[in-house]
């Protein structure tokens, strides 16, 4: 029996999340409101789950009403509801550590749950999914380099299937993609930062390596301007800025100009337009070592666009795996063809839900 066929239990071990609700008689509160709770609400609707609660952080309770339902705060939801007599279903987003670290002191009160769905688009990662998929998932997961990657990968499937706190917090790995360059002996020098936001990617290279050259792309007015503060701070570094959006042609596109880190082509809401550039039309007659692609639904349309420069160049890449469905192996299926004989690396530091999942390609040529 091949190492593929031995590991496939670990995609399906457990019930969808949706399954296991219909089937569990509590209460269910659900913790947040806004895009998050919007979508819960929508699914849960769909199926017929009825909502008992909404609550929130006591510094955010106001009395504020959410869809018919007052706000309450956690305090007051934890004297109503005795441990284990409800289920929490989490609809916000955060990486903070005391956020993370207070989700764990309620995940020991109430079964609590964290619902999976995806930025860009609708859907669920659900069993009928990872079965119409099965075959490209297995193929993705293959090409990870480290037996590391590999069970990362396949913990972050079944946490989105099943909503599962402690598998949520499971499917971490303390190594960062600059970890992994560093521990495989690459030091990039001139990089290219698609999905700027305000340079704080920028910056986390520029405190480990010595970057020469840096080109930033940022499409959102408002995250552009703070970007621009990057110039002058570091007098031995050329910088470029870009106010656009790297896609896979030249021109111009509906855009949501939310003026956050979300801002993108693909959220859904559109607000404004932006240009649109390719990263090979960026990098016509030179070339970078490094390329971070974290641009919020476009990832796939990016990568099109860069794939003379990925291959004339062998870059080392970050690339983000968790806008859409289909990410996590459609992306770094598309990216073996441009980029042959590379190490792939899974990645995602700890938040909820199953965002920051990050692909770290590094050239066999460059590693030591």
Request: proline share 6%.
């Given at each position: 029996?091949?190492?593929?066929?031995?590991?496939?239990?670990?995609?399906?071990?457990?019930?969808?999340?949706?399954?296991?609700?219909?089937?569990?008689?509590?209460?269910?509160?659900?913790y947040?409101?806004?895009?998050?709770?919007?979508?819960?609400?929508?699914?849960?609707?769909?199926?017929?789950?009825?909502?008992?609660?909404?609550?929130?952080?006591?510094?955010?309770?106001?009395?504020?009403?959410?869809r018919?339902?007052?706000?309450?705060?956690?305090?007051?939801?934890?004297?109503?509801?005795?441990?284990?007599?409800?289920?929490v279903?989490?609809?916000?987003?955060?990486?903070?550590?005391?956020?993370?670290?207070a989700?764990?002191?309620?995940?020991?009160?109430?079964?609590?749950?964290v619902?999976?769905?995806?930025?860009?688009?609708?859907?669920?990662?659900?069993?009928?999914?990872?079965?119409?998929?099965?075959?490209?998932?297995?193929?993705a997961?293959?090409?990870?380099?480290d037996?590391?990657?590999?069970?990362?990968f396949?913990?972050?499937?079944?946490?989105k299937?099943?909503?599962?706190f402690?598998?949520?917090?499971?499917?971490?790995?303390?190594?960062?993609?600059?970890?992994?360059?560093?521990?495989?002996?690459?030091?990039?020098?001139?990089?290219g930062?698609?999905?700027?936001?305000?340079?704080?990617?920028?910056?986390?290279?520029?405190?480990?390596?010595?970057?020469?050259?840096?080109?930033a792309?940022?499409?959102?007015?408002?995250?552009?301007?703070?970007?621009?503060?990057?110039?002058?701070?570091?007098?031995?570094?050329?910088?470029?800025?870009?106010?656009?959006?790297?896609?896979?042609?030249?021109?111009?596109?509906?855009?949501?100009?939310?003026?956050?880190?979300?801002?993108?082509?693909?959220?859904?809401?559109?607000?404004?337009?932006?240009?649109?550039?390719?990263?090979?039309?960026?990098y016509?007659?030179?070339d970078a070592?490094?390329?971070?692609?974290?641009v919020?639904?476009?990832?796939?349309?990016?990568?099109?666009?860069?794939?003379?420069?990925?291959?004339r160049?062998r870059?080392?890449?970050?690339?983000?795996?968790?806008h859409?469905?289909?990410?996590?192996?459609?992306?770094?299926?598309?990216?073996?063809?441009?980029?042959?004989?590379?190490?792939?690396?899974?990645t995602?530091?700890?938040?909820?839900?199953?965002?920051?999942?990050?692909?770290?390609?590094?050239?066999?040529?460059?590693?030591?």
């Open positions: 029996m091949s190492a593929i066929t031995e590991d496939l239990p670990d995609f399906y071990t457990g019930s969808d999340l949706f399954d296991a609700l219909r089937k569990i008689d509590l209460p269910i509160l659900c947040g409101t806004g895009n998050g709770a919007d979508k819960l609400f929508a699914e849960l609707a769909a199926r017929r789950i009825p909502v008992a609660d909404v609550f929130v952080s006591d510094d955010f309770a106001r009395g504020q009403l959410y018919g339902y007052k706000v309450r705060a956690y305090s007051d939801v934890a004297a109503a509801y005795p441990p284990a007599s409800a289920v279903l989490i609809a916000f987003g955060s990486a903070r550590p005391e956020v993370v670290d989700l764990t002191g309620i995940a020991e009160r109430y079964p609590l749950f619902p999976d769905f995806p930025v860009c688009e609708k859907g669920l990662f659900d069993t009928p999914f990872v079965r119409a998929h099965e075959k490209e998932l297995l193929a997961r293959e090409l990870f380099y037996e590391g990657s590999r069970k990362l396949n913990r972050i499937v079944r946490a299937r099943t909503g599962d402690s598998l949520l917090l499971a499917a971490t790995r303390r190594e960062t993609p600059l970890d992994l360059m560093e521990k495989n002996g690459f030091s990039p020098r001139k990089m930062d698609f999905g700027a936001y305000d340079g704080d990617s920028a910056r986390e290279v520029l405190s480990r390596f010595p970057l020469s050259e840096l080109l792309v940022e499409p959102d007015p408002r995250n552009f301007r703070k970007l621009l503060a990057m110039s002058g701070q570091f007098p031995a570094l050329s910088i470029e800025f870009c106010n656009a959006a790297v896609s896979d042609d030249v021109g111009e596109a509906p855009f949501d100009a939310s003026g956050n880190r979300n801002a993108g082509l693909f959220t859904g809401k559109t607000t404004a337009k932006t240009r649109t550039v390719t990263v090979d039309m960026l016509r007659g030179r070592d490094y390329l971070k692609f974290d919020e639904g476009a990832e796939r349309a990016a990568l099109i666009g860069a794939r003379e420069l990925i291959k160049a870059p080392a890449i970050t690339l983000a795996l968790y859409r469905l289909e990410d996590l192996f459609s992306l770094p299926l598309l990216l073996s063809k441009y980029a042959p004989r590379y190490r792939f690396f899974l995602r530091k700890r938040s909820f839900p199953l965002w920051d999942i990050d692909l770290a390609a590094i050239p066999e040529e460059k590693c030591k």
